[in-house]
Nanobody
């Protein structure tokens, strides 16, 4: 199983930007589709973005479409989430995950998860 470590979170003002990274170890992720999810305080974890194995296809939650971009560098075994025009409602712990099978927008389609990185957007 692949190990995933997220980084790049922090405190940012509304309309600012952050780039999250998800570094994989243990095995290459070049054959995996990958996803980002987030969990705000008191809420369930929700889908943010998904990217196929070579970056040729990407999918986003409606709430982040046009503001967030998921990408990957298979040579670095890393997946990214570029977040622009951040809003206070984007405040959450962000998780990356390795896709296994099923519908990409659902947690149970992923079988490896990182520990998460906190993103806080102030108004």
């Amino acid at each position: 199983q692949v190990q995933l470590v997220e980084s790049g979170g922090g405190l940012v003002q509304a309309r600012g930007s952050l780039r999250l990274s998800c570094a994989a170890s243990g095995r290459t992720i070049s054959s995996y589709a990958m996803g980002w999810f987030r969990q705000a305080p008191g809420k369930e974890r929700e889908f943010v973005a998904h990217i196929n194995w070579n970056g040729g296809s990407t999918y986003y939650a409606d709430s982040v479409k046009g503001r967030f971009t998921i990408s990957r560098d298979n040579a670095k075994n890393t997946v990214y989430l570029q977040m622009n025009s951040l809003k206070p409602e984007d405040t959450a712990v962000y998780y990356c995950a390795a896709y296994y099978s099923g519908r990409y927008g659902y947690e149970d389609a992923y079988n490896s998860w990182g520990q998460g990185t906190q993103v806080t957007v102030s108004s």
